[in-house]
């Protein structure tokens, strides 16, 4: 009797999507079933697929070892061993079947293999070891030239151009360029994310990608990329030279190194990046705490702006005394506290630039040693995670820096606050602000507006 058997094939790439690969080899696969005596049950094909990566599923090859196990097929025929497994893990699971099935057949174009015999299966496991290692060695060859191009600091990657960039990933387009300088300026004032991807999408400016929709994920991956600084990044991180300092790109910069450090920090840091929105219709909305003390935020009520209990629900205040009332007090705040430091910038600190340097250089030589092949992955990575924990909190500190350099810049604080958007407005408030006890008011009291019914917390942080 013929035995009905399944014809496999597998191409690790194909970009273009033709499939001409995995017909080739079922091509080849039919005529040694020709040639064997074997009919052709079916055909599986994984098209575009490894057979080496491990977060990789071959559907086709799921279904096939379903349906040999199940009887549905009596054997497989493939181009080659390596089309079928490439990690002995695969290999082990297709032996399995064929131990508790015998009588099924196996056969490839480039060789005869029985793994019903046990020369047959070492055979095939000694194959599948090399196939093995090959694909890891194909790997670190690739991730080292990437590497390299890298270090190099030149233009690498596909997909589509990066924001600010023309096609070819080095020329600058001044249009977006600005675009970029200016959400850096007001991302470092305080502006939220969502509340300036809503402003691209009011002004119709498109993604990279040509969509009308920006997202604060894609918003904050173009600001923090090193690309933006002139710098070389490598598998999403900054790329660090010999020297220790940051590997510059052939593509010229769109914002200043300082810039972009603060804008890491701020944006990285997760003291910063507000777990919910902020950028709201309300100056004071979660600002307030009624007496039962639940929060208060800002509604309409017979056409006024007014302030409500989340809680209880029985506090509401009319918005506009207290939002005068509370910006008075919170300027007042600032300004004395820039007239205690005297008005005088922050003074350069060496001594963290210093250590910041000799982190990232640690940093650099533990990367060339990992290169080089001197110390295990599980040591690299070990390491790299607590080194880069290191560079990480120094440049943060040096980010807060910046920003309170920003902060202190030409224009007063009050010329400051009225240039600024509410969500600025709220991000300078969440800066100082702990909160602000709403005080019951008695029945007697009088309806007019009464200071004395809200005590403002600062933070002493």
């Known amino acids: 009797m013929r035995p009905k058997v399944a014809v496999y094939a597998r191409i690790s790439f194909d970009d273009e999507s033709t499939g001409l690969g995995v017909q080739r080899q079922e091509e080849d696969a039919r005529m040694l079933c020709g040639r064997l005596g074997w009919d052709v049950a079916g055909v599986y094909r994984d098209n575009n697929l490894s057979a080496f990566r491990k977060g990789v599923r071959r559907p086709s090859w799921e279904d096939l070892l379903i349906d040999l196990a199940a009887g549905a097929v009596q054997g497989i025929a493939a181009y080659d061993l390596d089309r079928i497994a490439r990690q002995p893990r695969d290999l082990e699971r297709l032996i399995e079947i064929y131990d508790e099935h015998p009588g099924l057949v196996f056969a490839t174009v480039t060789g005869e293999i029985d793994l019903s015999k046990p020369d047959g299966l070492l055979m095939a496991r000694i194959m599948v070891s090399f ?101 070389r990044g490598y598998k999403g991180t900054l790329l660090l030279g010999d020297n220790g300092h940051p590997v510059k790109a052939v593509w010229p910069a769109i914002i200043n190194m300082d810039t972009w450090t603060a804008l890491k920090e701020l944006l990285t840091n997760p003291d910063h990046t507000p777990k919910k929105r902020i950028d709201r219709a309300y100056l004071l ?30 506090t509401h205040r009319l918005a506009a005394p207290i939002d005068e009332f509370v910006t008075g007090k919170v300027l007042n705040h600032l300004e004395a506290i820039l007239a205690d430091d005297d008005l005088a910038p922050i003074d350069e600190d060496d001594d963290l630039d210093q250590r910041i340097a000799e982190a990232e250089a640690s940093l650099a030589a533990l990367i060339n040693e990992w290169t080089a092949g001197r110390i295990s992955d599980q040591v690299f990575f070990t390491a790299q995670n607590r080194k880069e924990a290191v560079v990480l909190s120094l440049r943060r500190e040096r980010g807060n820096k910046k920003r309170r350099q920003t902060s202190q810049a030409s224009v007063g604080v009050r010329e400051r606050w009225e240039q600024a958007t509410l969500s600025e407005r709220r991000a300078i408030l969440s800066e100082v602000l702990q909160g602000v006890r709403v005080i019951a008011k008695w029945p007697t009291q009088p309806r007019s507006f009464d200071p004395s019914l809200y005590r403002l917390t600062f933070r002493t942080d």
């Open 131 to 231: 196939a093995s290692k090959s694909s890891s060695d194909t790997g670190r060859r690739v991730s080292r030239a990437k590497l390299q191009i890298a270090q190099m600091g030149k233009v690498a990657g596909g997909g589509y151009r990066p924001y600010g960039f023309e096609k070819d990933r080095r020329t600058i387009v001044e249009a977006e360029a600005a675009n970029l300088r200016d959400i850096a300026e007001r991302a470092l004032r305080g502006q939220s994310m969502r509340s300036i991807a809503r402003q691209f999408d009011a002004q119709g400016i498109p993604t990279p990608a040509g969509r009308e929709h920006w997202s604060v994920a894609s918003l904050t991956r173009i600001l923090t990329s090193p690309r933006i600084a002139g710098l």
């Open 285 to 314: 909305s979660g600002f307030l705490y009624c007496r039962c003390g639940a929060k208060m935020s800002g509604a309409m009520r017979k056409g006024r702006p007014e302030y409500r209990c989340n809680g209880c629900g029985n």
